[in-house]
């Protein structure tokens, strides 16, 4: 190539290049999506509105929380996955779309791939708690109570964190547990109210209030460590039954091919608003604990759950309904 040609394509590709090079030095240059793949109200949803609140204020841009809910998380990430890669509309939601919707279902319209993890922002457990009529009052007693009579237990929804924790629960135990799906945390809370259910394993923040009425008997919670809400109640491992431990990752993700600066600045800026006093608060009220992995660390984890929870969805036969 002769020197004039050589100063064309460089001249082309500093043209061409120029204007997205702008475009990523002035992120955020227009309003931003946080798609939340859940519905309104729900701890991702609660967790995406405190975070965009900060970073509207601190990039001076419009961060808009859309809810997107279907198919457990799919339609929202459907809708990330096609978008384009330059940061303006990024996932806001939780592992399982990455860690369990791929066993479950065979039409999916993206892949784990067509994203990039930004931050892996917290993670949380769930409860287990079953209606007072039953009279159980220990896990051990539910497991008991679950192999010689079985017994009907509620979640959020075909897919949804608690239906996982049901099939991790009978993969483990001799317990005979049927799943009953609902739409949403709030309606399976109030199937355990009723006793239109033996109980749920469902997030903690929707169930406490019951407990502290006498309404729903708590048994543990499912994390590693113990509810920073109800710091009285054993963890499934303090129980003896470390088979059980099941966390929920909130997470954001981006289309793959956003570019590294786009990614870093999101980064830094989340990261950053979840360590500020209030929105640390607002987790604690959640139950939700602090993790802040990006990076390899981030893919590591979420490829370490969808390792794990393979097996369990093909030997419970669990699906969608």
């Given amino acids: 190539m002769n020197a004039n040609a050589l100063h064309l394509t460089l001249a082309l590709f500093a043209a061409t290049t120029a204007p997205w ?33 900060v970073l ?22 459907a809708d990330v996955a096609k978008s384009a890669p330059d940061g303006h509309t990024v996932l806001f939601g939780i592992d399982t779309v990455f860690t369990v919707n791929p066993y ?16 892996v922002m917290a993670s949380s457990g769930l409860l287990v708690g079953v209606h007072p009529g039953t009279g159980i009052k220990t896990l051990a007693g539910m497991i008991e109570a679950g192999k010689t009579k079985g017994l009907n237990f509620s979640s959020a929804g075909s897919g949804s964190p608690g239906h996982l924790a049901v099939e991790v ?3 483990a135990t001799p317990a005979k547990i049927t799943h009953v799906p609902y739409r949403g945390n709030t309606p399976a809370v ?11 394993v469902l997030a903690t923040p929707g169930m406490l209030p019951h407990v502290q009425a006498g309404k729903i008997t708590a048994l543990a919670v499912t994390s590693r460590q113990r509810s920073r809400l109800a710091p009285e109640l054993p963890t499934v491992g303090e129980a003896g039954l470390k088979a059980l431990e099941q966390e929920v990752l909130y997470l954001v993700m ?10 870093q600045t999101l980064q830094k800026h989340i990261i950053d608003a979840l360590k500020r006093p209030d929105v640390q608060v607002r987790m604690a009220n959640l ?7 990006t990076g390899a660390q981030a893919s590591q984890r979420i490829e370490a759950l ?3 929870y393979g097996p369990i969805v093909k030997a419970t036969g669990m699906k969608v309904e």
């Fill in 254 to 263: 981006a289309p793959a091919a956003t570019p590294d600066a786009v990614v």
């Fill in 190 to 200: 109030t199937a355990v109210l009723s006793g239109e259910v033996d109980g749920g």
């Fill in 104 to 119: 479950l279902y065979n039409n999916m319209t993206f892949k784990t791939a067509d994203f990039r993890p930004v931050v």
């Fill in 169 to 171: 629960i009978k993969e």
């Fill in 287 to 293: 139950d939700l604990f602090y993790e802040g992995l």
């Fill in 56 to 77: 509207q204020d601190t990039l001076k841009q419009t961060f808009v929380v859309e809810n997107k809910a279907g198919a457990a998380g799919n339609i929202g990430a």
């Fill in 21 to 53: 090079a702008a475009a990523q030095d002035s992120f955020p240059n227009k309003p931003v999506r946080f798609v939340n793949n859940f519905p309104a109200g729900g701890p991702s949803d609660l967790l995406a509105r405190s975070v965009a609140a």
């Fill in 306 to 308: 969808h390792t794990r």
